[in-house]
């Protein structure tokens, strides 16, 4: 069998690309390091690969969605991994978060042989990647950005061009830069408004639409006051997208203090045990400092 379109990384945010990939109507090989992730798409026609280089083999479009560098490193490279199975002309979509200075590595080691790569982070959360939603940030070859964007449209609203190799991954740390100010603003918002005693339900409603409103605030903010800490994005993930723009911003020289302190308020949450929470879950680094607890069910700090 050879299928058009490979997908490796069956995550929360994978899972939901490739099962719109599926409902599009492509047949999708798949793999996941946890093979039971495969189980509902199997059984959606898609078809199971032993490896990441089986994958390949069949495979003329590879989606990767996973968590970090050496992880798509491990997939691309690493034994068994995609360079072992790839066809020359073949097309690597890397939609994962990683750091450029590994995106350039790869799509280099992928150039000696033939085999094409675009970094296409994406941001908007399961709930985006299972609505086909995302907002994509493309960089590489223009030419295959125009070739993969049937297929990027089927996952994604918002579809970017933005650059050369890396630089998708750059744009995506702004936005992240831009989501972890958005989280802490939010937090101090909500916590200024426990303190002085206002309805919370009514202030969030009234904000919503202001000046101040933010995808954070809409998607996030009821969130916290019900105090519910499920994750659209966790914790862990967050610090590591922190960590990777960090090392960026240190590589250009460039000052980015509020991103620093949302990377440590989330180390210390981190040190807690509570990486495994969403990434909202920012504001009980401040309501530890402040003694006070935000939202309607007051639970244990």
Known sequence: ???????????????????NLINSGIKLVVWNRSSNKMDDLIRKDAYPAKNPADLASRSEIIFVSVSDSADVESVVIGQQGILDGVQPGSL??????ISPKVTRKLSSILQEREVH????????????????????????????????????????????????????????????ILVVGNAL?????????????????????AISSGAGASWM?????????????????????QQKDLR???????????????????????????????GAEGNHALIKALERLSGVTVGIQKDHL
């Open 92 to 97: 690597i979509i890397d939609t994962s978060t």
């Open 117 to 176: 790569m675009l970094d296409a982070p994406v941001s908007g959360g399961p709930e985006g990647a299972n609505l086909g939603t995302l907002s994509i940030m493309v960089g590489g070859d223009e030419l295959q950005y125009e070739r993969a964007l049937p297929v990027l449209k089927i996952i994604g609203d918002s579809v970017t061009h933005v650059g050369g190799t890396g630089d998708g991954q750059l744009v995506k740390l702004v936005n992240q």
């Open 244 to 274: 990777i723009a960090l090392e960026a911003a240190d590589s250009l020289g460039v000052p980015i203090q509020l991103t620093s302190l949302a990377f440590h308020y989330y180390r210390l949450l981190q040190k807690q045990g509570l």
């Open 185 to 205: 603003a939010m937090s101090e918002a909500l916590l200024f408004a426990e303190f002085a005693g206002l309805d919370l339900n009514k202030t969030l409603k």
């Open 1 to 19: 069998m050879k299928a058009s379109i490979g997908f490796i990384g069956l995550g929360a945010m994978g899972r939901g690309m490739a099962l």
């Open 217 to 237: 605030l809409s998607m996030r903010g009821s969130q916290i006051l019900e105090r519910d800490w499920s994750p659209g994005f966790t914790i862990d993930l």
